[in-house]
């Protein structure tokens, strides 16, 4: 893997899940559009997020080794920092525990191409019924067959008969 440069937010005031959720659609992104996409979202781990971005990208025009419209987001991990203990009193002299955890950060960009389709959606399989019946056109299907369905067998048990009443009208 390509080396890259590496820049670190520590302490981050927000849960690491809550910060992955962001991070992990930022992975192989451009860094012009990872940009943009933080700026409109709404969570509050995105302000961390693109000060590190920006800080990132600062670190790489001071050593002017690499072109900036070519930088990609490789690798960013969220890792666990230290957890604030806190206390909520409640009633009767008891206290509840608040664990308030913080967040570590790191992001590399290295030059390269954008990762298309990350996401690529996979179509799911037909089922021979559904497959058997757009085979047929509107044609070959006789009158008899519209008119008729099919019965289905009805449970006896006091679940469904629950569920099969029918509302009173007035």
Known sequence: MKKGKTAQLK??????????????????MSVNEAQARLMLRPQRSTQGLLK???SAIANVKDKGQMDISSLVI??????????LKRIMPRAQGRATPIHKVLSHVSITLTP???????????????DKKVAKQSKKTIKQVSKEDVGKE?????????????????????
Do not use: W
């Not at 302490?11 to 659609?25: F, G």
């Not at 490789?74 to 957890?83: A, R």
């Not at 390269?112 to 037909?126: A, C, L, M, W």
């Open 11 to 28: 302490y981050l005031d927000v849960a690491p899940r809550k910060v992955r959720l962001v991070a992990n659609t930022l992975r192989g």
């Open 52 to 54: 590190l971005l920006r």
């Open 74 to 83: 490789s690798e960013i991990y969220v890792d666990e920092g230290p957890i």
């Open 112 to 126: 390269g191409s954008v990762v298309s389709n990350r996401f690529e959606i996979i179509p799911k399989k037909k």
């Open 150 to 170: 099919k019965a289905k067998p009805q449970k006896s048990s006091a679940i469904t008969k629950l569920f099969n009443r029918k509302s009173i009208e007035k």
